[in-house]
């Protein structure tokens, strides 16, 4: 690049080509760019993400008309090439894309099934960063995915949510989509008067103009994509401040005040209980969404303010579901999957999470739940080892109740002191990071000084029933 650069001027200069290199500068030798790669190699998934690229921040401003169902926004994203790259991709399913820049100057684009190929004007050099911009538009349309449910942008009878899990952030902005690529985000979404829209992270105000309201957002912890939501309509909204960080909660007018307003309002009390389990709360922000739309029958630990279904709350009172979604923050948010084989590490402590609190509201210990569970689980739980559970075991029942009896069976096995230990310094050795089902039983053996190849073999990769934990 440099030395095409050179010999253009040269061109059109009165100097000599050979007056701009210094004696010492032998000439560049040329680079060779190639195009970055269409996944970052998942084996469950692999067109999620993209190669040769690493994301900083994204700065996604998008303006969502429920009348007309349509969606216009200009993403930004704040990235550094970890390549030589000709051209490069995002992850955009659906919607039109009308112009794009690279470090402000045009460049083409051309759309492959849900892949954007951007080609810069001139190659992206390995280490240096370069921002690139994306104008768009269209009718947002979910992903639809059959054994783990349909993620994405969903238009509903007051506004819109954007949620899903493994993927859901590429129906309304282009996005390098996979966990292993965590950034910073700020959102800014465009509404009619009267409708709230809701994101992650800490609330930056609101303003109007034109019939129209802007709500910021920004999340400034790492976050992996899929955690992104947009949830847009009218909601009974809850602010506040704990610990100095500020709250905002939200339920959907839909569903009449009870039983879901009062868990939601439980939210700061289950994360400083579960802050004494895992140590310090990892965001800069705290919430819930709760919504209410047939096609969410979920939850979603969406970065720093899950997304519940209302449905959680239709039998009264239900904290077990807040403190699985915020014991996520901690495990699948701040310390997130490098591949989506390792969902244990995220549901097997989210699970854990909820027998601990059980336990701690005086319901029921976390022994009787593991108990319960390795008398009454079904065949098929045996036969699905929750660390290597397939696409359709993703979010199997062996994954959570199994993944979650594991972790009970490291804390028999090594005793409350160093699982406890193990737990926290987990989180905080990957706070904010990325990891791996070997680095976490690395460092359980490191802590406890105890050999535990076995028993994680027996536990996450046996396919029939483990023997019943003992005390080592
Ligand atoms: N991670 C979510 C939870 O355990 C569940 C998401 C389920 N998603 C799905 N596509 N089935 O709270
Ligand atoms: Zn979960």
Sequence with gaps: LLVAGALALSGCDSTPPEAGLSPSTSPTPSRTFTPGADGVGDPYFPTYGNGGYDVSRYTVKVRYDPAKDQLTGTTTVQATATADLSTFNLDLAGLTVSAVTVDGAPATHSRKRNELVIKPASGLINGNGFVAEITYSGVPKPLRNETLGDGGFLHT??????????????????????????????FEVTVPDGLTAISNGVPGG???????????????????????????????????????????????????????????????AVADYLETVFGQYPFDAYGGVVVSDSRISYALETQSRPVYAASFFRQGENTEVV??????????????????????????FATYA????????????????????????????????????????LFSESVYQRGGMTLHALRVAVGDKAFFEIVRTWAAEKRNGTATTAEFVALAERISGKQLDELFDAWLYGTKRPARPKAR
Excluded: C
């Excluded at 902005?173 to 700020?186: G, R, T």
């Excluded at 999957?337 to 590490?345: P, Q, S």
């Excluded at 210990?365 to 359709?392: C, I, M, S």
């Design 157 to 186: 009878s007051d506004g819109a949510i954007a949620l899903g899990q493994p993927e859901s952030a590429s129906t309304w902005f282009p996005v390098n989509d996979h966990p292993s690529d965590k950034a910073a985000y700020d």
């Design 206 to 268: 609101k303003s109007s103009a034109g019939g129209w309201t802007t709500w910021k957002w920004s999340e400034n912890s790492p976050m992996a994509s899929y955690l992104s939501t947009l949830v847009i309509g009218k909601f009974r909204i809850t602010t506040g401040e704990h610990k100095g960080r500020p709250v905002y909660s939200a339920v959907t007018t839909t569903v009449a005040k009870g039983a879901a307003d009062a868990s939601i309002a439980q939210t700061v």
């Design 323 to 348: 403190a699985h979604e915020l014991a996520h923050q901690w495990f699948g948010d701040s310390v997130a999957l490098v591949r989506w084989e390792d969902i244990w590490l995220n549901e097997g």
């Design 354 to 393: 909820e027998w601990l609190w059980a336990e701690h509201t005086d319901e029921y210990t976390a022994d009787q739940a593991f108990d319960n569970r390795y008398a009454r689980l079904p065949a098929q739980v045996w036969q699905t080892a929750p660390g290597k559970p397939g696409v359709e075991g």
